[in-house]
């Protein structure tokens, strides 16, 4: 099975991925989580990507096109596997359709949690994660036993350098400029199921998990 999902930052792809990965025994692969590690590691790829990410832009396409591509191509990913933020951009979408067909494999769903503006610029400047295991939290929402402190591994939690306000508001630009038109892309290939992602984790969680689990019906939004 091969999953996209959609959403602006700060949708709670991350969120959602790790909750359906486990359930569905499907490989996680978030773009934004293999450059960060790569700009972490100081390699070639996370040279050409910081200040990309710092700046709230996109890395050039076929960048990230090869990123997936060889990430899919590992045996972990056989099975089924979960893109998190990806594809960001028409272009990238259409190099991914390539990639498949000539793994002759093929998109099953394509799931847009959507969310409104206002929330996504709290979710964002409230997240925090784990140095150690990249938990996610949030000051609000979704806050750890003890300040600071995660939960699962006691690792120390930091603010992601581009969820300051400012750069916020430019990756909610650029995905209304970039990314936005895939929902149209994916809605006329009857791929795109919409769900509602005002709502607390676990109830979008189970509407994830409805699409996923009957799925003989998509919908446009
Ligand atoms: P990336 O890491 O993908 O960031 P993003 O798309 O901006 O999305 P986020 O990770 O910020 O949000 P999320 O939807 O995962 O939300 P989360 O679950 O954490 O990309 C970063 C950068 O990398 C890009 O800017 C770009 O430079 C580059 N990049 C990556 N992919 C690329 C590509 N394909 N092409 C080009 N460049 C690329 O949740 C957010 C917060 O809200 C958390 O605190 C969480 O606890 C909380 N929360 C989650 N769900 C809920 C809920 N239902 N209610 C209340 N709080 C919630
Ligand atoms: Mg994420
Ligand atoms: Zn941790």
Not at 76 to 90: E, I
Not at 91 to 111: P, T
Not at 158 to 172: F, L, N
Request: hydrophobic letters at 30%.
């Amino acid at each position: 099975m091969l999953v996209i999902l959609l959403g602006a930052p700060g949708a709670g792809k991350g969120t959602q991925a790790e909750m359906i990965v486990e359930r569905y025994k499907l490989t996680h692969i978030s773009t934004g989580d293999i450059l960060r590690a790569s700009i972490k590691k100081e390699t070639e790829l996370g040279k050409q990507a910081k200040d990309y990410l710092d700046k709230g832009e996109l890395v050039p396409d076929e960048v990230v096109v090869k990123i997936v591509e060889e990430r899919l191509k590992e045996p972990d990913c056989q099975a089924g596997a979960l893109l998190d933020g990806f594809p960001r951009t028409v272009e990238q979408a259409k190099s991914l359709e390539e990639v498949l067909e000539g793994m002759q494999r093929k998109i099953d769903y394509v799931i847009y949690i959507e969310v409104t503006e206002d929330e996504l610029i709290s979710r964002l400047t409230g997240r925090r994660i784990c140095r150690d295991c990249g938990a996610t939290y949030h000051l609000k929402f979704n806050p750890p036993q003890v300040r600071n402190v995660c939960d699962q591994c006691g690792g120390e939690l930091y603010q992601r350098e581009d969820d300051s306000m400012e750069t916020v508001k430019q990756r909610i630009k650029v995905y209304r400029e970039q990314t936005e038109p895939l929902i149209e892309y994916y809605r006329r290939k009857s791929l795109l199921h919409a769900v509602d992602g005002d709502q607390d984790i676990n109830k979008v969680h189970q509407q994830l998990q409805e699409v996923l689990d009957n799925n003989s019906r998509s919908e446009g939004v």
